[in-house]
């Protein structure tokens, strides 16, 4: 009767054991980041596109950061802090980079090129890229332009920028990076 009585309180400690190991897993498992994949759209009051380079003229001061359901996160970032982490972590744009759209205004209807972008850097209110051209064709010239770049996922939780970092909304501007 002993024995069955210890082999009781035996299993009954284990089983409370376990219970309490999956509770902090799963507590654990739920405070990881949750990565969420991120597009950003840099608008300019003109663009122009050549086998090798893309010239955004006079681009907006912030870059836009969207995601789709089901987190729908939106904010900006400025262009400065944009390129600031264009190449901090493995998975930066630097290793991997991003492919975009390229819309320019003018004449009857927008002109669209797809990108891959390579080497941003700002010269006075113009930020340059290094391109190769996957779709469409260069641009001389043109009116506004906005540029549409692809996805890259983003662990959530404190901070936005485009590189795997963690990202929560923070008042009244959206995101704060660091």
Not at 10 to 36: C, D, M, N, Y
Not at 62 to 80: M, N, Q
Not at 91 to 104: I, K
Request: charged share 20%; glycine share 6%.
């Amino acid at each position: 009767m002993r024995k069955a009585v210890t082999m009781i309180g035996v299993v009954a400690v284990i089983g409370t054991v376990v219970v309490a190991v999956r509770a902090q897993e799963t507590q654990l498992k739920s405070s990881l980041p949750e990565k969420i994949p991120l597009l950003f759209v840099q608008s300019a009051e003109g663009a122009e596109l050549s086998n090798t380079t893309l010239t955004l003229k006079n681009v907006a001061p912030s870059t836009i950061y969207f995601s789709d359901r089901p987190k729908r996160l939106a904010g900006h970032v400025t262009r400065e802090e944009f390129l600031n982490v264009w190449a901090e972590g493995k998975d930066s744009f630097r290793q991997d980079p991003p492919n975009a759209t390229l819309s320019v205004l003018g004449g009857e209807k927008p002109v669209n090129a797809v990108v891959k972008l390579t080497n941003p850097r700002l010269q006075g209110h113009d930020l340059i890229y290094d391109v190769k051209i996957l779709q469409g064709s260069p641009i001389k010239a043109g009116g506004a332009a906005s540029l549409f770049i692809d996805c890259v996922a983003f662990a959530t939780g404190v901070v936005v920028a485009p590189r795997p970092v963690v990202v929560a909304p923070v008042a009244p501007r959206a995101v704060v990076v660091y």
